[in-house]
Antibody, heavy 119, light 107 residues
């Protein structure tokens, strides 16, 4: 079964850090670009960032709202993508989804993990 | 950066009605446009990619059209299970911006 499973969410204080994981199964993870998308409660979808495959030099890109604070990485040997979040702000509170990007856009989504930034 | 807009922001229609949602990009994106459906409390689901190609398993009452800057999502005959928020998204290059969403419910 093709699947993405996020983990690592939780409650963190403003200024703190958190690292999310996205475990993939059922497809060739190493050849896929992986993205993170977030959604604050009652709000729309916001693209956070992406990492491309080894063939594309593991190139990363980020939304302006997180650039310099968030870092995406991957470990193809573990079929896992990561989102390292530093200097967290209250406005980073959201459900974070990982998703696969292929020629047919974002075709597989995880169930999401909740991140709450609050004192 | 290219901005994505959608209209209307919400709509209410009767079962069996034809529903059309519009998405506009601030610059041309060729056909790198996808539509997603998100039901309340659920994960987003890809409906259409390349502006008009139906994702496998998606009912044929959904269709997409457009190219360049103007795109539409049409539900030919609205069903109760179509109650959801629909998002368009450009996916040709970063940033992979989503539209603000259109909430569809049953009258």
């Amino acid at each position: 079964e093709v699947q993405l499973v996020e983990s690592g969410g939780g409650l963190v204080q403003p200024g703190g850090s958190l690292k999310l994981s996205c475990a993939a199964s059922g497809f060739t993870f190493s050849g896929s670009a992986m993205h993170w998308v977030r959604q604050a409660s009652g709000k729309g979808l916001e693209w956070v960032g992406r990492i491309r495959s080894k063939a594309n030099s593991y190139a990363t890109a980020y939304a302006a709202s997180v650039k310099g604070r968030f870092t995406i990485s991957r470990d193809d040997s573990k079929n896992t993508a990561y989102l390292q979040m530093n200097s967290l702000k209250t406005e980073d509170t959201a459900v974070y989804y990982c998703t696969r990007h292929r020629s047919n856009a974002f075709d597989i989504w995880g169930q999401g993990t909740m991140v709450t930034v609050s004192s | 950066d290219i901005q994505m807009t959608q209209s209307p922001s919400s709509l209410s229609a009767s079962v069996g009605d034809r529903v059309t949602i519009t998405c506009r990009a601030s610059q041309g994106i060729s056909n790198y446009l996808a539509w997603y459906q998100q039901k309340p409390g659920k994960v987003p689901k890809l409906l259409i990619y390349a502006a008009s190609t139906l994702q496998s398993g998606v009912p044929s009452r959904f269709s997409g059209s457009g190219s360049g800057t103007d795109f539409t999502l049409t539900i030919s005959s609205l069903q109760p299970e179509d109650v959801a928020t629909y998002y368009c998204q450009k996916y040709n290059s970063a940033p992979f911006t989503f539209g603000p969403g259109t909430k569809v419910d049953i009258k």
